[in-house]
């Protein structure tokens, strides 16, 4: 396949490119503020205690972190392709409420699905009171403060990312092939194995990287499982010993291992492309025998009771407790205004930053454009605590006039989750066939024109994905908010923390609760915005 | 795009809103949980009309933000559960010393050398025991914990809990490293990998008669008490004996940090805090003993004074937290 963006690029004023490149450098390069905080701390360590660092605990925090992620990574597969296999191929009862409920669970942050599970799976709560009505003993209660319960957990929370961009994929993918596969005689599982699943190897390549980066900088779930993987050690390095030099060593070998990892994916993704020719027929969705709606929804539902169903019945009983002890004020929607402000402004931020960096590679694939791609993603795989230390160590030495108010708080949570925008919007760049805008080009359109009248039109579901994204990380995020939120400002994260930590579970409830209802709009807004791209006949 | 320009000039306005607090007001970092702390604060601001803004976290994390913010901070006041975070603070320098008048009514044990801190209420490391098991009066000391045969019978919190870590650091202190080494490794046995999040979960499970005995703080025993008033439990205050290490202690205390502009104000708080009605309000809404010599405790509590505190100076639950958690490192506990 001739590489489709060269000859366009030979049609760019150079000048506008460098100017783009430049700003694309200039968001990399405030984003990657926190891992030169890492590099600084991390070049005070002592050979000895590299040495020291490297015997006591990098294999061990080697293994779990690896084994965490690629059980995750298993698991969301398993959970999220299988979903949107059938939710994108057949049409049963329910289908469109089926979409939402695989979507639903993003709405609860780690930290939450961890509590709740723990809760839930004590001697008296409700899963351990089934188990013994089950006839099991309370001594074998499943454990969940182990590399099982946090891939369980972790999964839960997960998954959605996979069923989204596997339904997209598959929503996509056109008829031809497979009725060509078929008319050769291939059985239905040959046909998913040999033509559907090598097509969706990009969709879920490109979800995975989402999941994983999740895993890898995950602080909620395993603080609270106490399993030992990279964030959790160097949140203790930082905590219990103020040892900020060891955790910046560690944390820099977790953005190593990172971006090891980004590479291999984009490298695998680069290698395929493929574009869908929009006349051909988009695949219909067979209607579904009754024997197939029962199973599809057994699966579903199961599904929807783990991830959605328990942690919703959970925060709706303890909130009906806390509301009629009126212990609900004022305060309370305090709370929610401020995550909803911090959530709304970081995002927009983070899709109007994101923009030169898609913009930059998606026009001039070079060594350059990828190496500023995967600086952005230092954000995620930092872990929050790190990249607060980071933005507050920065502001108060070079900027202190912007430390007080929200602006910190701000930078962290958009260079934490620019790599989300990033990643969105350089997708719907990628789909973007060049054909189009060099139409543009040649029908007289300036390169502003073009890019006001025809790229970002048309990258739009792109950047509305990207925002709401990010708008719902930034409303779940905690280490970071904790770190750098402005004297008495709090947020629902916060609070739910708060008042977990002090087991008032009647007040984290309804926290919780809160930010599941805050995120249905946005959702709304992302789902439309799909179904809109991927409905048409 | 037209909506950019108003973006990054409301983004500015937001990042000018520097937290305006009012000049009779007060910032406390506080890493106690806010029910425990907000009810005497009140007190406070209803007797002076001084504002006080809590602004919560945990302990070790405040004072490392109170570390990197320097002279830049907002707080007025640090306010920790763990005397080893306060002692930590004072080694950096982030405190200023009180006026040795405002703490000459407590103990010195309890308050830092050079004044710069001041604890406030102080909890003891005790044993819960399930009163109807076969252990119910078998327990005397924090080491017959390690003992085999309660193997799968015992309930520890896991090694990130800094009462936990205090308490390990007094009995390394009190008892010597390879005592302590040892008590370790036979906890980790007797623990099987089932280590708690929460110390109300141990006195729970002691009650439902799933363990025989844990390590907890004091007031969790109480605070299950005075929901469970049946509940089969007792505390033990181990290490007794005329060889006894006796019981260890840790205070909750108070500092005034270094770069506060209002520091009168910053001592009107503490001084109300180690007033009679202040410690009394403090200490009783946890169960706590008020440090202030000569203001009780509640009443279902052992009296301070009845029984022998392990002799290790609060100050070492910071000077020796990192060889604790070497220790506690080298054992390996969950």
């Not at chain 2, 306060?86 to 103990?107: C, E, V, Y």
Request: with cysteine.
């Amino acid at each position: 396949m001739p590489n489709p963006s060269l000859p366009f690029v030979r049609t760019l004023n150079p000048v506008r490119l460098n100017s783009l490149g430049g700003l694309a450098s200039g968001v990399v390069l405030l984003a990657a503020v926190p891992l030169l905080f890492v590099i600084y701390n991390s070049l005070q360590l002592s050979t000895q205690q590299w040495l020291g660092l490297w015997s006591s605990r990098l294999p061990e925090l080697l293994w779990n972190t690896l084994s965490l992620a690629v059980l995750v990574a298993v698991g969301c597969v398993v959970l999220g392709v299988s979903s949107a296999w059938w939710i994108a191929r057949r049409e049963f009862p329910g289908r469109k409420l089926a979409v939402w409920l695989m979507v639903l669970p993003l709405t609860v942050p780690t930290y939450v699905f961890a509590h709740i599970y723990t809760t839930l799976m004590e001697e008296d709560g409700w899963l351990g009171r089934l188990w013994l009505a089950l006839g099991g003993g309370a001594d074998t209660i499943p454990d969940l403060y182990n590399v099982w319960g946090a891939t369980l957990i972790l999964s839960l929370a997960g998954f959605s990312y996979v069923f989204l961009l596997a339904r997209a994929a598959l929503s996509q993918s056109t008829r031809s092939l497979e009725e060509a596969a078929r008319i050769q005689g291939a059985s239905s599982l040959e046909v998913f194995w040999r033509v559907n699943l090598p097509l969706l190897r990009p969709a879920i390549a490109a979800a995975l990287a989402v999941v994983v980066l999740h895993v890898l900088s995950d602080f909620g779930a395993v603080s609270m499982l106490r399993f030992q993987t990279f964030t959790l050690s160097i949140y203790l390095q930082m905590s219990g010993r103020f040892d900020y030099q060891s955790a910046a060593g560690l944390s820099l070998i977790l953005v190593m291992l990172s971006l090891t990892f980004l590479v291999l994916e984009r490298f695998f993704r680069n290698r395929q492309r493929y574009y869908a020719a929009r006349q051909s027929r988009p695949q219909p969705r067979q209607r579904a025998t009754p024997l197939e709606t029962g199973l599809i929804w057994s699966w579903l539902g199961f599904i929807t009771l783990l991830a959605f169903g328990l942690p919703l019945a959970w925060m709706l009983s303890w909130s009906w407790e806390a509301w009629s002890q009126q212990l609900i004020d004022a305060q309370f929607w305090g709370y929610a205004r401020n995550s909803l402000m911090v959530a709304g402004i970081a995002a927009s931020v983070a899709v109007v930053a994101a923009l030169p960096v898609a913009f930059y590679n998606a026009r001039h694939r070079s060594l350059a454009s990828h190496t500023l791609l995967h600086l952005s993603s230092v954000g995620f795989v930092l872990p929050g605590p790190v990249i607060a230390l980071g933005i507050l160590s920065f502001l108060l030495a070079q900027l202190p006039f912007l430390y007080g108010g929200l602006a910190a708080l701000l930078i962290a949570v958009v260079i934490r989750f620019l790599p989300l925008a990033v990643q969105s919007i350089d997708a719907a760049m990628a789909q973007l066939t060049p054909s189009v805008e060099q139409a543009g080009r040649s029908l007289g359109a300036g390169p502003l024109e073009n890019l006001w009248r025809v790229v970002l039109p048309m990258i739009r579901g792109g950047m509305a994905t990207a925002w709401v994204l990010v708008f719902i990380d930034t409303l779940k995020e905690l280490p970071a908010t904790l770190i750098l939120r402005p004297t008495g400002f709090d947020t629902l994260p916060v609070r739910i923390w708060i008042e977990a930590s002090e087991e008032m579970l009647e007040l984290a409830a309804p926290a919780a609760l809160m930010l599941v209802i805050g995120t249905l709009p946005v959702l709304w807004i992302m789902m439309r915005g799909e179904s809109a791209t991927t409905s048409n006949p | 795009m037209s909506y950019i320009k108003p973006l990054i000039l409301f983004s500015l306005l937001l990042a000018s809103i520097a937290t305006a607090t009012a000049a009779d007001s007060l910032v406390i970092y506080s890493g106690r949980s806010d029910k425990f702390v907000k009810p005497v604060i009140a007190e406070f601001t209803r007797q002076t009309g001084i504002e006080v803004i809590l602004h919560a976290g945990k302990s070790t994390a405040l004072l490392g933000k109170l570390k990197i913010e320097g002279e830049r901070t907002s707080a007025d006041l640090f306010l920790s559960n763990d005397a080893g975070n306060l002692q930590k603070g004072s080694d950096w320098g982030l405190f200023r010393p009180m006026n040795t008048a405002l703490t000459k009514d407590i103990a010195p044990q309890y308050r830092a050398e050079d004044n710069t801190w001041v604890g406030l209420s102080a909890r003891a490391r005790v044993l819960v025991v399930n009163t109807q098991g076969p252990w119910a009066d078998k327990l005397d000391s924090v080491f017959d914990l390690a003992d085999p045969a309660l193997r799968g019978k015992i309930g520890i919190t896991n090694s990130t809990n800094g009462s936990y870590i205090a308490g390990v650091t007094v009995y390394m202190k009190a008892a010597g490293v390879e005592k302590t080494r040892h008590w370790l490794e036979g906890l980790k046995t007797n623990a099987e990998g089932r280590v708690f999040n929460k110390h109300s979960k141990i006195v729970k499970a002691v009650a439902q008669g799933r363990l025989q005995a844990g390590l907890v703080n004091h007031y969790y025993i109480y605070r299950h008490l005075a929901k469970h008033p049946d509940a089969p439990i007792k505390i033990v205050l181990p290490d007794q004996g005329p060889n006894g290490i006796g019981v260890a202690w840790n205070v909750a205390g108070i500092a005034i940090t270094k770069h506060t502009t209002k520091a009168a104000l910053a001592e009107k708080l503490v001084a109300f805090l180690v007033s009679e009605t202040g410690q009394k309000q403090f200490a009783e809404v946890n169960r706590e003993y008020p440090t202030r010599t000569g203001v009780p405790a509640s009443p279902e509590v052992p009296p301070a004074g009845s029984y022998k505190v392990a002799d290790v100076p609060m100050a070492e639950l910071g000077r020796a937290r990192n060889a604790t958690l070497d220790l506690i490192e080298q054992v390996g506990m969950p």
